[in-house]
């Protein structure tokens, strides 16, 4: 949860909460929200709800993803939120979850870049957003990215536009992909098969078979797998957002952070404080993707990004509300 107010043309964060309740735990085998996963996501909702009451929060919304959306018991689980936390739940398909994803990162986009690749690796889906914006003029291609609030596709406009290429959403997140290969018991072997995996389900992804030039690309990773990757690498004991976010990292830093991961093993990783406790289960999974991605798309460098679907959610609101500056980002 984030709780903002408008500054200029950017938004102050006032209070933020983040709590890994792996709601779709269990769900690749049985199709339903467990009835564990959903008391740890109302316990962490009443933390919200007493946040917002506190803060008088005017503008809210508040939404679900992926485990949601294919939940047989989706509906059950958002009306015992409703009755036991008073918090109202809205399932938000996959193109606007990747869209707001897309806004949040604009700040992070270089004048330089013709042709971006935003990646949002969530627990449950995994959003790819090819954006094309060698017709943009340099200065304006952040804010152009930042438009796209109003849809992947808007009606035209007198600005610079940000061209959408091509979006996907892998139903295969941390969760769902650790959980296709629980039952492999060899470390290695379980987080290679996850790689190759994740990658097969690319193959509908337009710009997957094209040969793209190095000049001018960048990938923006957005999920606590890649901020995980990058304090890692910084040898961070205490996560810093401040040393995280907007850092580049070299496919070969990313390399070597993954080789470390395996050589610890699960135990290792378990007790690793870089990883930490909420994580360490889906560490591996979410690797995998990465690996998949830096695999697949010519770039040497990789852009992190302490920031996705939140951030988008109030970028889009602030908006689309008219409280944002039209200045520089």
């Known amino acids: 949860m984030l709780i903002?107010?408008?500054?200029?043309?950017?938004?102050?964060?006032?209070?933020?909460?983040?709590?890994?309740?792996?709601?779709?735990?269990?769900?690749?085998?049985?199709g339903r929200l467990s009835r564990a996963s959903m008391g740890r996501t109302v316990s962490a909702l009443r933390v919200c709800k007493q946040k917002i009451e506190r803060h008088n929060v005017q503008r809210m919304r508040l939404v679900a993803t992926e485990a949601c959306r294919?939940?047989?018991?989706?509906?059950?689980?958002?009306r015992q939120v409703r009755r036991d936390?008073?918090?109202?739940?809205?399932?938000?398909?996959?193109?606007?979850?990747?869209?707001?994803?897309?806004?949040?990162c604009a700040p992070l986009v270089s004048t330089k870049t013709e042709q971006l690749l935003v990646v949002d690796?969530?627990?449950?889906?995994?959003?790819?957003?090819?954006?094309?914006l060698s017709a943009v003029e340099p200065r304006?291609?952040?804010?152009?990215?930042?438009?796209?609030?109003?849809?992947?596709?808007?009606?035209?406009?007198?600005?610079?536009?940000?061209k959408v290429v091509d979006w996907i959403s892998v139903p295969l997140g941390v969760a769902t992909l650790r959980d296709q290969f629980s039952d492999v018991?060899?470390?290695?072997?379980?987080?290679?098969?996850?790689?190759?995996?994740?990658?097969?389900?690319?193959?509908?992804?337009?710009?997957?078979?094209?040969?793209?030039?190095?000049?001018?690309?960048?990938?923006v990773g957005t999920s606590g797998t890649v901020t995980t990757v990058a304090a890692s690498h910084l040898g961070l004991r205490r996560y810093d957002r401040t040393k995280v976010d907007g850092l580049r990292m070299s496919s070969d830093q990313i390399e070597a952070v993954i080789q470390?991961?395996?050589?610890?093993?699960?135990?290792?990783?378990?007790?690793?404080?870089?990883?930490?406790?909420?994580?360490?289960a889906l560490i591996m999974s979410g690797s995998a993707i990465l690996q998949a991605l830096?695999?697949?798309?010519?770039?040497?460098?990789?852009?992190?990004?302490?920031?996705?679907?939140?951030?988008?959610?109030?970028?889009?609101?602030?908006?689309?509300d008219g409280v944002l500056e039209d200045g520089p980002l």
């Open 260 to 280: 470390n991961y395996l050589e610890m093993g699960p135990t290792g990783r378990r007790r690793d404080p870089r990883i930490g406790p909420d994580r360490h």
């Open 85 to 104: 936390t008073g918090l109202t739940l809205e399932i938000i398909q996959p193109e606007e979850e990747a869209r707001l994803a897309v806004i949040s």
């Open 294 to 320: 830096l695999r697949l798309w010519p770039t040497d460098r990789l852009s992190v990004a302490d920031r996705g679907l939140r951030e988008g959610l109030l970028y889009a609101q602030m908006s689309a």
């Open 185 to 219: 018991q060899d470390d290695a072997a379980r987080y290679a098969l996850m790689s190759w995996y994740f990658e097969e389900n690319l193959a509908e992804f337009a710009p997957y078979q094209d040969e793209q030039a190095r000049e001018g690309f960048q990938i």
């Open 121 to 132: 690796i969530g627990g449950g889906s995994t959003e790819l957003v090819w954006i094309d």
């Open 140 to 162: 304006e291609r952040p804010r152009a990215i930042m438009r796209l609030h109003a849809g992947f596709h808007p009606p035209s406009s007198p600005f610079p536009s940000a």
């Open 4 to 30: 903002a107010q408008p500054k200029g043309s950017q938004f102050h964060v006032v209070d933020s909460f983040s709590k890994s309740v792996q709601l779709g735990q269990g769900l690749e085998m049985s």
């Open 70 to 78: 294919r939940a047989k018991n989706a509906r059950e689980f958002i």
